[in-house]
């Protein structure tokens, strides 16, 4: 079943697609279009009016579109969707996800020069038979070879909620099988990164488990396919690799008495293990995956933290270990208190149904007074973005009334009303000043424009960043993982303006953008800039992604001190105003 009307939405929009791209009428195509915006805006849930009968309710929403949105709430599918893609060669989808090329240069791609694969579109653009198409030029072909570079680079890769949705379902059935006295996820999934290949499970056989039985349970594991094997990479008796919901899968059997060594070790990452295996050298003792070496004698150890004592320093989080200072922070006891998930207090940059959310301002609420926060900090799209229901200044101040009704009826919870206003092309924020006094923060997000060369999109923030009323810099890099490449910009520039002026830096923990990434975190915690941990939620359901938030700020080093949302609610609330005041003076 479809239920936000963000999934209803993306159903639509993507046949519209397909209408374009199999040469629909265009009527046709932009009643679908039209749909999607509507679905995508509406206040109430489009699928609760699917099953009240009421998709007549809905603007431009005749009978045969209220078919398809019927459809696509009680399946979850869309058959007129599949149905056009079955009209149109295959590797065409393939395409069609590039950077930069819509349905309709895809079609002209496909009619004039006969490309149905990314491969052969490739090719095309190395020939120049791409640049000489109408409405291309030499500039589109180069962008098309730099997305096809980028898709390269990329393929084959997964989004943090994809990885470890399946390595946590697989690590919970080898728990329930009663095999196992251990079951742990390590490797990159326990660091914590943007992007994932593969996963890591350790497993420690129970004593009394018979080898061929935990191997046979393995196995079982693996993606059913007609043959059987296709979804086994391989199969020994420390390792078996396998294909779990499109995914390899790594798991390392170990026996118990290698259990703490092995954690360490296969938790990584290579360049961390590299420089703890040189300080065991040092000390005249050797390290491996199966423990902790003294004149060939293996060292007695129960846990990880053994591991860490063993060498004479503190355990270190897995966060932390890239090989990047934390083994001499650790040998000088400078290790950092990592901030956690309950020093957050509120929930920050979060869309309503004014914008493109899904919910009202109570729903949201309420939703955060379930999950223990103590105030919402609502920051709309601007009016610019008018794709996204952006908000004029009418429907701002409407708003912000409705914030002050709310705010009487939830205190002591409460809820702030700001912006996520777009940072335009020469750097202004898209309403005047006398506007934004009236807010109680303004966050500034780059939404256009993403291609500007490097000098200029530094120039454009920096100019954003010295706005008095900017609250807040939004997703700097503007990148969507796994999409498109980041935005370039001089980083130490906008840090150190930002930095200057007690700006705070953003970092949208959406699971396609996880914007800026750690290392740059790290650089903003340690030039002195607070960080807000934002989940850019446009439904409650969002709320759940700041759990990749709190991964990325653990492994930028930062602390609860450091992070906006983990204030208190008097104390943002003293934070805004003072920012504010700061505007006002100029």
């Known amino acids: 079943m479809a239920e936000s009307n963000q999934e209803i939405a993306s159903f639509l929009r993507e046949i519209a697609v397909y209408k374009e791209l199999a040469g629909d009428n265009v009527f046709k195509i932009r009643a679908f279009q039209n749909a999607a915006r509507t679905v995508d805006t509406h206040s109430e849930a489009v699928s609760r009016l699917a099953r009240e009968d009421r998709l007549g309710e809905l603007p431009g929403v005749g009978k045969g579109l209220g078919d398809v949105i019927r459809e696509i709430v009680e399946t979850g599918e869309s058959s007129e969707l599949e149905a056009l893609k079955g009209s149109i060669p295959a590797g065409l989808a393939d395409i069609l996800a590039l950077p930069g090329l819509g349905p309709r240069k895809v079609k002209t791609i496909w009619e004039k020069l006969g490309v149905t694969e990314v491969a052969e579109l490739e090719q095309a653009c190395r020939e120049n038979r791409v640049a000489a198409l109408e409405g291309f030029g030499a500039k589109s072909q180069e962008k098309i070879l730099q997305g096809i570079e980028f898709r390269k680079t990329t393929g084959g890769f997964f989004l943090i909620p994809e990885a470890m949705e399946s390595a946590r379902q697989a690590a919970e059935e080898l728990r329930a099988s009663g095999l196992f006295i251990h079951v742990d996820i390590a490797g990159s999934l326990r660091r914590g990164k943007s992007l994932y290949k593969d996963a890591d499970i350790l497993v420690v056989p129970a004593e009394k488990s018979d080898p061929r039985e935990v191997q046979a349970r ?7 396919f007609p043959d059987d094997q296709r979804g086994v990479i391989a199969a020994g008796e420390t390792k078996v690799s396998l ?8 798991f390392r059997i ?3 008495n290698a259990y703490p060594a092995a954690l360490q070790h296969f938790t990584g990452s290579k360049e961390h293990n590299t420089l703890l295996r040189s300080r065991a050298k040092s000390r005249g003792m050797k390290m491996n995956e199966y423990g902790v070496f003294q004149n060939d004698e293996p060292l007695a150890l129960r846990t990880e933290e053994d591991v860490y004592r063993a060498l004479d320093i503190a355990w270190i989080p897995p966060e932390l270990r890239e090989g990047a200072g934390e083994i001499e922070a650790a040998e000088k006891g400078e290790l950092p208190e990592l901030v956690r998930r309950r020093d957050f207090k509120g929930m920050i940059h979060v869309h309503t149904h004014y914008s ?5 301002i109570r729903e949201l609420a309420a939703e955060c007074i379930r999950r223990g926060f103590a ?19 009418e429907r701002l101040a409407e708003q912000r009334a409705e914030v002050d009704r709310v705010n009487r009826d939830v205190a002591p919870f409460r809820v702030f009303c700001g912006i996520e206003s777009d940072i335009l092309a020469d750097g202004s924020l898209d309403y005047p000043d006398d506007v934004l006094a009236e807010l ?13 060369d490097p000098a200029a999109a530094t120039e454009r923030l920096l100019r954003a960043v010295g706005n008095p009323w900017l609250t807040m810099l939004g997703h700097p890099s503007g990148r969507l993982l796994l999409e498109r ?8 520039a906008v840090f150190g303006a930002l930095a200057e002026r007690g700006g705070v830096l953003e970092h949208n923990c959406h699971p396609r953008r996880l914007d800026p990434e750690w290392d740059s975190l790290k650089k903003a915690g340690a030039l002195g ?3 807000s941990v934002n989940t850019d939620a446009h439904s409650i359901r969002d709320f759940d992604t700041l759990e990749y938030g709190v991964t990325m700020a653990r492994k930028a080093w930062l602390e609860a001190d450091q992070v906006l949302n983990c204030m208190s609610v008097e104390e943002i609330q003293g934070f805004f105003e003072e920012r504010k005041a700061a505007a006002k003076r100029g």
């Open 485 to 492: 490449k980041g935005y370039t910009f001089d980083e130490n």
């Open 218 to 224: 393995l196995l079982a594991m693996a993606d059913g």
């Open 529 to 531: 800039i607070r960080v």
């Open 254 to 256: 170990v026996d118990e």
């Open 440 to 452: 109680d923060f303004v966050i500034g997000s780059v939404h256009s424009g993403l291609s500007m």
């Open 375 to 393: 105030y919402l900090c609502l920051s709309d799209h601007s009016r610019s973005a008018f794709y996204a229901g952006g908000l004029n200044v």
């Open 243 to 250: 294909l779990r919901g499109g995914m390899q899968i790594d």
């Open 356 to 360: 493109d959310g899904l919910h009202s």
